[in-house]
């Protein structure tokens, strides 16, 4: 049977329904977090450089603001659009109320080819986005970030011209995060995810019984995620044997040196082509023999196509959405753990939050304390689902949702978003 590929918003919609059914929510919890809060579309006029203007279709959604501000990342990239971006806004939400940081979701984009634009359209671009959107955005109420083809640089425009319009005089660096270290950036944020991948597999390795160091791990992508997954797994004393990127798989049965790799994909810009290890078509790194694989290139990576020819123990998804549910019940049934992209990758917004906690203080953290902090709060984070997992018996993935949920329920239900009976008179 041909698998069915759901849009972003109905896997979303899914998940979130399974898990109300789960804990037998109110069905208003389901209905509330089915839509976003907010949605709005501006078209901004840039000038070009030919002296033209153009017009620029974006959006910035915000879904959930019952525990706090909202929070999420800017893309630019021409197949940006409403619905993508409403999914993208609701994972949001969940992925921040699994690790307990006190937001709900959002997220933004634009619909541009940006490498068609010149750096100086490129500025006007962020600058009139940011103008556009400066009324729905701010430091206790929403806060973008960098996404796909949106850095630190595009962030510092963004603060700049927010700043301008609303800073009477002051600089909001708290209003976007992801800016470069150098401008109020926060220390560990480029290593954040990847780093959080690592502690999440050496926790779920524990669940199987399995020691990190000697472990047998491969990952998919080597780009930030999965660069810093591999090195930090390496670090755990993982024997990291197999890595794939799109141009290549590389493997080493004596494990790879993951840092002169890194070194060598900086020089060439492709893993392809590296002398110490054996290349193989890229997409032999599903077949590979190894404990534990970690998905970190983009979604939908394991899908009926490849489910089969799997061999992990566990799964930790460094990408977002890299496992198609038909894939996802293959491995369940077989008995492999899958550790859920909002748990896995969370370390990224985690580190975002730190940003945010430092830039609103004025008070900046090292590069030690704020990779402690993150220990921390990924590890707890895993044993709460952990905790959810075992006492409702159910998947990784449900139970990250489910807690997910009750700390979105909880917090809705205290300020009568709906009724339910449960108000007690004091
Ligand atoms: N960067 C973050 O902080 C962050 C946070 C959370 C989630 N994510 C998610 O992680 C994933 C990767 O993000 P990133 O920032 O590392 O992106 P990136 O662009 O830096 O790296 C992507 C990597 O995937 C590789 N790739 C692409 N197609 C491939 C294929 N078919 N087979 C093997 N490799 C392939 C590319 O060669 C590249 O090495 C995305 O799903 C992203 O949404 C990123």
């Not at 640089?153 to 270290?181: C, H, I, N």
């Amino acid at each position: 049977m041909a698998e069915k590929t759901l849009n972003p918003f109905e896997i979303v919609q899914l998940q979130v329904k399974k898990a109300c059914d789960e804990l037998g929510e109110n069905e208003a919890v389901r209905k509330i977090l089915s839509v976003p809060e907010k949605v709005m579309e501006v078209n901004i006029p840039v000038e070009m450089d030919n002296g033209t203007t153009r017009i620029f279709t974006g959006y910035r959604v915000q879904h959930n603001t019952s525990a706090g501000p909202t929070k999420g990342g800017i893309r630019f990239h021409p197949k940006v659009n409403k619905d993508e971006v409403k999914a993208l806004a609701t994972w949001m939400t969940f992925k921040c109320r699994v690790m307990d940081l006190p937001y709900g979701g959002a997220k933004g984009g634009i619909i541009v080819e940006p490498k068609e634009l010149s750096i100086r359209e490129l500025e006007r671009l962020a600058r009139g986005y940011a103008k556009s959107i400066a009324q729905i955005i701010g430091e206790r109420v929403d806060i973008p970030a960098p996404d796909v083809n949106t850095n630190g640089q595009v962030m510092s425009w963004m603060v700049d011209e927010y700043s301008l319009l609303r800073g009477v005089g002051q600089t909001l660096p708290a209003v976007f995060t992801g800016k470069p270290v150098e401008f109020d950036g926060c220390l560990g944020r480029t290593e954040a995810t990847g780093y959080g991948v690592a502690i999440i597999a050496r926790e779920a390795s524990k669940l199987k019984d399995l020691e990190m160091s000697g472990v047998r791990f491969a990952v998919q992508g080597f780009g930030n995620v999965g660069s810093h997954t591999a090195m930090y797994a390496e670090e755990m004393g993982a024997k990291v044997v197999a890595i794939s990127d799109i141009d290549a798989c590389l493997i080493n049965e004596k494990g790879l040196d993951v840092k002169a790799l890194m070194k060598y994909m900086k020089e060439n810009r492709t893993i392809s082509g590296y002398p110490k290890a054996d290349e193989i078509n890229r997409d032999e790194i599903f077949k590979q023999e190894c404990d534990i694989f970690a998905p970190c290139a983009l979604e939908n990576a394991i899908t009926t196509r490849n489910v089969e020819q799997i061999k992990a123990d566990i799964i930790v998804e460094g990408a977002n959405g890299p496992t198609t549910p038909e894939a996802e019940n293959e491995l369940l049934k077989r008995g492999v753990l899958i550790v859920p992209d909002i748990l896995a990758n969370a370390g990224g917004v985690t580190v975002s939050y730190f940003e945010w906690v430092q830039n609103l203080h004025n008070y900046y953290w090292s590069f030690e304390e704020v990779q402690e902090k993150q220990e921390r709060k990924m590890v707890a984070a895993f044993k709460s689902v952990v905790e959810m997992m075992k006492a409702k018996n159910v998947d990784m993935r449900k139970a990250a949702y489910m807690i997910a949920i009750e700390r979105l329920a909880t917090p809705m239900r205290l300020r009568g978003w709906f009724k339910d009976g449960t108000y007690k008179r004091a």
